[in-house]
């Protein structure tokens, strides 16, 4: 009976191997649950919930506080420089002076109803009042807040009669014209076009690439085809430039080929082929009228193109 009690309850040494693994393995599996697992399934209690929403709620607070005391802040000091600084914007003032005006017989209204700022408008009122004379266009540029811009644009018309030194009346009802250089647009370089006012050096040298392409101007109007000629610097400086259409360079509608009229920015491409298609047709154009016939043109394209067209 011994040996055999002894032989059912002797454990090999692989046999008490696995009873330790399986031991510690239990061990894990009760310490997870004791101790990792109520982490995860933890619930926060109402009390605690209650104190969370609390601190929310006051953090929202201070933050909308803090918002709106930076907006009165903020409004306050906009009055503040809105009243004691004067800031106009350029691109609201619109100068109307067209015609000959002496800036002398000038009064408030006038130049604010001619488009100066009403702070301009009673700085050069209150300097004419106070005895200030306008002599020469120039001195309007000493008159303070006068911009370069503004100035620009009304020196082609001030005229300014003859003052007498001893008096303050005028000696002669004449007005003295206003004196510049007159530019001829097809022969003028990029010096000559710059000195004209508002017409940088950027705009010169596109005024002159666009004369050669189309071998010339014609008409004044014809700038404004020109890419970034504004209507403003067209207006100032049409008393001072001059067009001589004896300088344009004209094209052999019945010899040019596709090459060289497809280059006039009048014609291009498209409307080269046309021509040159109609032509091998039905012969040589003979006048503009014709060129209708080729359906590249309409009444106001050939309007445009005639004057650079020769019929040979």
Known sequence: MKKIL????????????????????????????????????????????????????????????????????????????????????????????????????????DWKNAGFPEKFAKTIANYLAKGGKIRKPEDLKKVYGMKDEWYQKIEPFVSIPELKKENNYSTSSSFSKPKFSIVELNTADSAALEALPLIGGKTAIKIIKYRNLIGGFVSLNQLKEVWGFKDSMLMVNEKRIAIDASKISKININAAGVEQLKKHPYIKFNKAKLLIAFREQHGKYHTADELKNSKAFTDEDIKKIEPYLIFE
């Open 6 to 109: 002894k032989e059912y309850l002797t454990f090999s040494k692989q046999d008490r191997n696995a009873i330790l693994f399986l031991a510690a393995l239990i061990g894990i599996v009760i310490g997870v649950k004791i101790f990792v697992v109520p982490l995860f399934n933890h619930s926060p209690s109402k009390a605690e919930l209650a104190k969370q929403d609390s601190l929310a709620a006051k953090l929202s607070a201070e933050i909308n506080e803090q918002k709106q005391s930076n907006y009165y802040a903020k409004s306050e000091q906009n009055e503040e420089s809105s009243a004691d600084v004067f800031i106009p914007k350029s691109n609201e003032i619109n100068i109307q002076i067209h015609q000959p005006f002496n800036p002398n017989e000038y009064r408030f209204e």
